[in-house]
Each structure stands twice: as C-alpha cells, then as structure tokens.
C-alpha cells in the first residue's frame, strides 16, 4: 500500500471498528466508502489501477490491520523507523510523501472494511445526483419577477401576431368568395365590372387605420419585451466564463479524475463561502505530476515569488445580499451541482444559475425542509400541520423573509 491520499480529511460519522478481513456492516462499509472518496481517492483506487499511489484491491490481505493503521495516521514516521515495507513502498513509488491524516482507528477500519468489500464485490460507482425531485446540474427555479413579466409580455406579443394573421386570412377568404359571387352575376355594369376585376391594391391595404393600428401594437409591444429584457438583465451574469490566469479543467479533475469539491475547496461545509484553493493543495498533487506543464510552472512562480494567484471570481453576489454557502451545503444537503450546474463536465468554469433574488425565493418555496431527527424543528412542524396540509418547505421556516438576507 502506497500513498494513501491527500490532506483536507473530511471525517464521517465513528462506526465500529471492522477486521481487516471484512465481516462489517452496511454502516461501517458506508462510513469508509465517504471516507475513502472524500480522501483517498485522488491518488488511489480500490481496482488495480495504479494512480499516484498503487491499486488498493486486496491490500487487507497483504498487510496487518495494525500496519495499516500506523501507515495511515503517520507513513512518516513509520518510514523513519525502519520498517522494511514502509520504506519499500516508499521508494517503489518514486519516494512520493504521504499526508498524514487525523483518522480514528475505527474510521480507518471502516476505509480498509471498504477496500475489503469492493475487492469481494466491485460495483459500479454510482452517479453524482441532485438534491430531492432535483437531477445534478438541473437549474432549479426561475427567476420569478423578470420572467414572469418577460413571458406575459411575449404571450402578448404572441397573441397579438396570431390575430393580424388570422384577421389577414379572414379577409382574404371573404374578399375571395364575394369576388366569385359577383363573376357569377350576370347583371353587372361596366364600372362594377371594371372594379371587380381590378387588382388588389396593397398600398391601400398598408393605409388601412386598422391594420395601422395592429402594426402599431405589435411594435409597441416588442420594444416594451426588449426593454424589459435589457432592464432585468442587469446585475445578472449567467454565463458569464472569464479566462482564469492558470488554465483550470474542472471536467479533467472533478469529472474524469472524481476528485470531491470539499478536497479543494475545504471550507465548502463550514465556512459562509467557499474558499478558492491555495496553491499548496495544488501542490500536494502537481509536485510529482506534470511538473514540466507550462500551466503547473505558473503555480511554481507563484509560490517561489511569494505570490497568490490571482483567481477571477465567477460567482457574485451583491453586497446587500447575505448567503450562507455551509447553511445550504451541509444543513440543507444542496448538492453543488444544483446551482453550479453540471460543474464535473466544464472546462471553463460559467455561472450555470442566475443567482437573482427571484431565483433564490422560488427555490425556497418549492424546497421541503428535511427535519427528521432534527429536535430544532420538531414544534415548528407541529404547528405548521396545524395550519397548512403542505409539506414544510424553507419558505415556511421564513425563508422568504426580507431580513434572512438583508438585514
């Protein structure tokens, strides 16, 4: 077993501890399996693909329980102490270090009952999903004040359209048929004659007040949708996908590689923001990997010169605005792909959602609060059965209240 992950451990909850040989539970092989994702997998799998460090397939049968747990918790200091395989491992790949991780024994029985019972019994990994009734990368809500307006008045443009033509048509139809009545007339003078013959005069039609009118309103109408386009656009950056100063593949890291967000940005569960990774954590990979990349030797110039890099922020708010990023991703269980979208398939990162007011509101009103084993709610959801045969959703918590985010 060679390199066992990178730093930026993310705990799940204790479990029992399990054997090396496996025999644990649903629980403690779940436990291992997030553990294992959130921390392992960048530089290991549990097949027998190399990555940065070897293939985990069996390794509970090639090395003690015990081994494993020193190697996990310090593969530094179980190389200076001499162990034969510590420091086998340690030059067969490369002399590459390992972090050290502040794992419990028993989260690390739970990892090695994990790699157990995947060399048992591989699965497919299962596809990243949204949030409930929600697909990743589906943009949930709308923006309810600028498209609501938007689409009245496009349905009004609409309407209007439908009756020009359908008023044009009428005519024609009923100028045809008097016409065929009138040649089947046989006591028409030579002036009635003369004008049932003469050709339409679309000059005259254009002058028409009518059809002026009509023209007129459909005019009026556009111009009112494009203002009101231009209008509610403003301060919205959907789309938006500026050029970073490193070239950064999120489909090549978070999509091919399945490299988890927490990894990078590490305060994305308990911080207000998520942070933009510094460049250490690049290095924890980059200093072995594609080293000569003119795009990774930006990230060493900026570390020789004691530099930051200086990222361009893609995702705004305004300043009036309070949002809390670990409210929704670790209490509320958003997952990242429901506003950023299918954000493991970009090469260039975009703002996927709007991000408007109007958005933020509908999503709270179509959101159920997951209050299960929550104490916290338990009267609120009393009360709310009481005057409401609706599901408690976050709008019923207050989440549509003024001061929540303006305060």
Same mark, same amino acid.
């Given at each position: 077993?060679?390199?066992?992950?990178?730093?930026?451990?993310?705990?799940?909850?204790?479990?029992?501890?399990?054997?090396?040989?496996?025999?644990?539970?649903?629980?403690?092989i779940?436990?291992?399996?997030?553990?294992?994702?959130?921390?392992?997998?960048?530089?290991?799998?549990?097949?027998?693909?190399?990555?940065v460090?070897?293939?985990?397939?069996?390794?509970?049968?090639?090395?003690?329980?015990?081994?494993?747990?020193?190697w996990?918790?310090?593969?530094?200091?179980?190389?200076?102490?001499?162990?034969k395989?510590?420091?086998?491992?340690?030059?067969?790949?490369?002399?590459?270090?390992?972090?050290?991780?502040?794992?419990?024994?028993?989260?690390?029985?739970?990892?090695?009952?994990?790699?157990?019972?995947?060399?048992?019994?591989?699965?497919?990994?299962?596809?990243?999903?949204?949030?409930?009734?929600?697909?990743?990368?589906?943009?949930?809500?709308?923006?309810?004040? &600028?498209?609501?307006?938007?689409?009245?008045?496009?349905?009004?443009?609409?309407?209007?359209?439908?009756?020009?033509?359908?008023?044009?048509?009428?005519?024609?139809?009923?100028?045809?048929?008097?016409?065929?009545?009138?040649?089947?007339?046989g006591?028409?003078?030579?002036?009635?004659?003369?004008?049932?013959e003469?050709?339409?005069?679309?000059?005259?039609?254009?002058?028409?007040?009518?059809?002026?009118?009509?023209?007129?309103?459909?005019?009026?109408?556009?111009?009112?949708?494009?203002?009101?386009?231009?209008?509610?656009?403003?301060?919205?950056?959907?789309?938006?996908?500026?050029?970073?100063?490193?070239?950064?593949?999120?489909?090549?890291?978070?999509?091919?590689?399945?490299?988890?967000?927490?990894?990078?940005?590490?305060?994305?569960?308990?911080?207000?923001?998520?942070n933009?990774?510094?460049?250490n954590?690049?290095?924890n990979?980059?200093?072995?990997?594609?080293?000569?990349?003119?795009?990774?030797?930006?990230?060493?110039?900026?570390?020789?010169?004691n530099?930051?890099?200086?990222?361009?922020?893609?995702?705004?708010?305004?300043?009036?605005a309070?949002?809390?990023?670990?409210?929704?991703?670790?209490?509320?269980?958003?997952?990242?792909?429901?506003c950023h &979208?299918?954000?493991?398939?970009?090469?260039?990162?975009?703002?996927?959602?709007?991000l408007?007011?109007?958005?933020?509101?509908?999503?709270?009103?179509?959101?159920?609060?997951?209050?299960?084993?929550?104490?916290?709610?338990?009267?609120l959801?009393?009360?709310?059965?009481?005057?409401?045969?609706?599901?408690?959703?976050?709008?019923?918590? &207050?989440?549509?209240?003024?001061?929540?985010?303006?305060?």
């Open positions: 077993m060679g390199v066992e992950g990178k730093a930026g451990v993310t705990p799940a909850p204790a479990a029992p501890a399990a054997g090396a040989g496996g025999g644990a539970d649903a629980g403690v779940d436990n291992g399996m997030t553990l294992f994702k959130n921390n392992c997998v960048q530089c290991h799998s549990v097949g027998t693909d190399v990555v460090g070897p293939g985990l397939q069996g390794v509970h049968k090639r090395r003690s329980e015990a081994w494993l747990l020193k996990i918790k310090n593969s530094s200091a179980l190389i200076q102490s001499g162990d395989d510590a420091v086998a491992v340690f030059n067969q790949y490369s002399k590459q270090q390992m972090p050290s991780f502040a794992f419990s024994d028993e989260e690390i029985s739970s990892i090695i009952a994990y790699i157990a019972s995947e060399s048992e019994n591989p699965s497919v990994a299962a596809a990243p999903t949204g949030g409930p009734d929600t697909e990743a990368g589906k943009n949930v809500g709308t923006d309810a004040v &600028g498209s609501g307006v938007g689409n009245a008045v496009d349905l009004l443009l609409v309407v209007l359209v439908v009756v020009l033509i359908v008023l044009v048509i009428t005519l024609l139809i009923i100028a045809s048929v008097l016409k065929n009545y009138l040649k089947g007339k006591d028409l003078t030579g002036a009635e004659q003369e004008m049932l003469r050709r339409t005069n679309f000059a005259n039609i254009y002058k028409s007040k009518a059809v002026r009118i009509i023209a007129g309103l459909i005019l009026l109408v556009v111009l009112v949708d494009v203002s009101i386009d231009k209008v509610m656009g403003i301060g919205i950056h959907q789309g938006y996908a500026p050029r970073q100063p490193i070239a950064f593949s999120h489909k090549l890291h978070a999509g091919d590689h399945q490299i988890n967000c927490n990894y990078c940005h590490t305060s994305v569960y308990k911080s207000s923001s998520a933009i990774p510094s460049a954590i690049c290095m990979c980059h200093s072995q990997i594609k080293k000569e990349s003119p795009e990774i030797q930006k990230i060493y110039r900026a570390i020789e010169n530099k930051p890099i200086e990222w361009v922020r893609v995702h705004n708010l305004p300043d009036l309070y949002f809390n990023h670990s409210q929704h991703t670790k209490v509320g269980g958003v997952e990242c792909q429901t &979208g299918p954000i493991e398939t970009m090469e260039v990162v975009a703002q996927y959602s709007p408007t007011m109007g958005w933020c509101i509908d999503c709270h009103r179509n959101t159920p609060l997951n209050t299960e084993g929550n104490a916290y709610y338990d009267k959801v009393k009360l709310h059965e009481k005057q409401s045969k609706g599901a408690f959703i976050v709008a019923s918590n &207050g989440g549509t209240e003024c001061s929540k985010c303006h305060y």
